[in-house]
């Protein structure tokens, strides 16, 4: 079986993780959390960083002891069994694709709104040719892959913190007047905003998922997974108490539905200086996490190939064996496809169920582990499951049952697959 080469540190993995987070979360994401859960989203974020602390540990110590391609999918086949390995991998391939999606259409989005250009085609169209260009990047390799996700992240955290600079003395507190759930249907949008804002975190697996292309994987995993998530909660926090502060969650959320760039509305609110800067900090963080999650996807089904749960051409190496080539360009084409909805908090939302899923398994997985292989407490892995399996029905029920319903046309082309594709 042909291995990809180990060339990711400590630095690079976090900045993986960065990549994959600091993207649509943050500057699509809170504003349609906002709108659902008003001045609660702040709650939301603080509610949906400790349930991803737990699956981030978990995650971590499964990588840690099984560092190889393919995240949870993998762990459901070692720890768990081949079913629930194959859902692992297939929930992994249907919420992240929507985001990836969601990461198109957010940064076609800012970008037209930039040039006050109002077309729905247009956004569709500008969002596929990111798709395309994001692809080929990938197919060139990880090396170059992972310098030009260093060279994004570096720019959207200075963009961050340009808003957070300029917008802190513009905050007013009334806009926090409301910030805890006054009555049930209160208490409801909370729950399903932590679930949204739950998924803006979740690109710390994208470390798990390179885990056959990290250096000294037990090391490596845990303090780059510890270090993105710490660093992960505080720019949430402040940027998201500052655009609510500066302009009020309904405006957010209000924003997310006309424009898809929440806060640049906030940032032309109190300092229009800064507006281009953040709009072009925002395009730049979507492409990163369309890089990003390019390359979690495929090396996800370059592992299910490898397992004949996909054609096994989905697993073949470029000649230095540094990308799984078929894979990128099969993901690339889903992608594609999801772009075609046009709409973020479709995908976003139908991304936040398939996680949810999926991240129940990873905790399920990390529970199976011996004394030897846990690395942190085993009420963390049933803090995680139970978080996220609760977390996962507060989804609006028709994404819900889409959601299902792929499920088990998963399970069916499982069945189909081992015919087809494994030998006697």
Wanted: hydrophobic share 55%.
């Amino acid at each position: 079986m042909q291995e990809l080469k180990r060339e990711i540190g400590v630095f690079g993995a976090i900045m993986m993780g960065l990549g994959s987070i600091v993207g649509t979360g943050i500057f699509v994401s809170v504003g349609i959390s906002a709108g659902i859960a008003g001045a609660s989203v702040i709650i939301a974020i603080m509610l949906a960083a400790m349930v991803a602390t737990f699956n981030g540990l978990n995650s971590a110590q499964l990588a840690a002891n099984h560092p190889v391609s393919g995240g949870t999918y993998e762990y459901g086949y070692r720890y768990l069994n081949p079913r629930l390995g194959f859902i692992a991998g297939w929930a992994f391939l249907l919420a992240k694709s929507a985001s990836a999606a969601t990461a198109a259409l957010g940064f076609s989005g800012y970008l037209l709104d930039a040039f006050n250009v109002e077309s729905d085609a247009t956004r569709i169209m500008v969002a596929l040719a990111a798709v395309i260009v994001m692809t080929v990047i990938v197919i060139t390799g990880i090396r170059r892959s992972n310098t030009a996700n260093i060279l994004i992240v570096s720019l959207t955290l200075v963009t961050l913190l340009a808003f957070v600079i300029f917008g802190v003395p513009s905050i007013e507190f009334e806009n926090f007047s409301v910030l805890l759930p006054q009555n049930p249907a209160d208490f409801r949008a909370l729950l399903e905003a932590t679930a949204l804002m739950f998924v803006a975190y979740t690109g710390y697996g994208r470390i798990a998922t390179l885990g056959e292309e990290v250096r000294e994987p037990r090391r490596t995993i845990p303090r780059a997974m510890i270090a993105t998530l710490v660093l992960t909660m505080v720019l949430y926090v402040s940027v998201a108490s500052v655009g609510v502060g500066a302009i009020s969650a309904e405006a957010l959320g209000n924003a997310v539905s006309e424009t898809a760039a929440p806060l640049e509305v906030a940032a032309q609110e109190f300092a229009p200086v800064i507006a281009p800067l953040i709009a072009f900090g925002a395009i730049t963080a979507m492409l990163g996490v369309l890089l990003n999650l390019l390359l979690g996807l495929s090396r996800v089904l370059l592992a299910m190939g490898r397992r004949n749960d996909m054609p096994p051409i989905v697993s073949r190496l470029n000649e230095s064996q540094t990308t799984p080539y078929v894979a990128v360009i099969v993901i690339g084409v889903l992608i594609a496809g999801l772009v075609l909805i046009g709409n973020v908090k479709t995908t976003w939302s139908f991304s936040a169920f398939t996680v949810l899923i999926y991240y129940s398994l990873t905790n399920l997985a990390a529970l199976q582990l011996s004394d030897d292989e846990r690395l942190f407490p085993r009420w963390i892995g049933y803090a995680g499951l139970i978080a996220c399996l609760f977390l996962a029905f507060w989804i609006e029920w028709q994404i819900m049952l889409v959601g299902i319903g792929l499920l088990v046309a998963g399970l069916v082309w499982q069945m189909i697959a081992n015919r087809l594709f494994t030998q006697d």
